[in-house]
């Protein structure tokens, strides 16, 4: 819709690394993933006009923060706890939701800790529990003005 090159900060990886992100935890832990993601992140925020979407818990690093505000315009899609239980439900691909704890206490104390940090960093926030991924994408393209 905005004509700019796409990138996906979990895509990179797993192109990069030729392995899919459950694999990268498996073999470097969580540690291992966000040294990677922040070093990916790194690199596409030296790109101009594109479009962005990086991992959700890629705002614990103060320096990815920092070059996300600095670069870029973030757009914070905030969906709450009961729709992000609903469709992550059947997906076996969350290394972080592949626990003993129930997803619903997970997804809680991720949104605790990284709520915060995704509102530090937003120009703007959207909602998407309501509405269609294109509905949410025209919502972002109004408010972004162009
Ligand atoms: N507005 C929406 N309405 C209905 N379903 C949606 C909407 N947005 C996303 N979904 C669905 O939710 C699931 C997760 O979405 P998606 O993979 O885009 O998450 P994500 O934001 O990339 O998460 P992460 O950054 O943690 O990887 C997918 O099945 C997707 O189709
Ligand atoms: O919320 C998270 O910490 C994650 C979200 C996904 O995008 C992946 O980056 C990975 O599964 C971790």
Known sequence: MLHLEFYDSDQEIERRTGADIAWVFDLEGEEGFRVREENVIQDLTELQGIV??????????????????????????????????????????????????????????????????????????VRTDEQSARAVASQIIDQLGF
């Open 52 to 125: 962005l979407a990086t991992g959700g818990g890629s705002v614990l690093s103060k320096e990815t923060r920092n070059r996300l505000s600095a670069r870029g315009i973030v757009v914070y899609l905030e969906t709450p706890i009961e729709k992000q239980v609903a469709r992550t439900q059947r997906d076996k691909r969350r290394p972080l939701l592949q626990t003993e704890e129930a997803p619903r206490e997970v997804l809680e104390r991720l949104a605790a800790e990284r709520n915060p940090l995704y509102a530090e960093i937003a120009d703007f926030t």
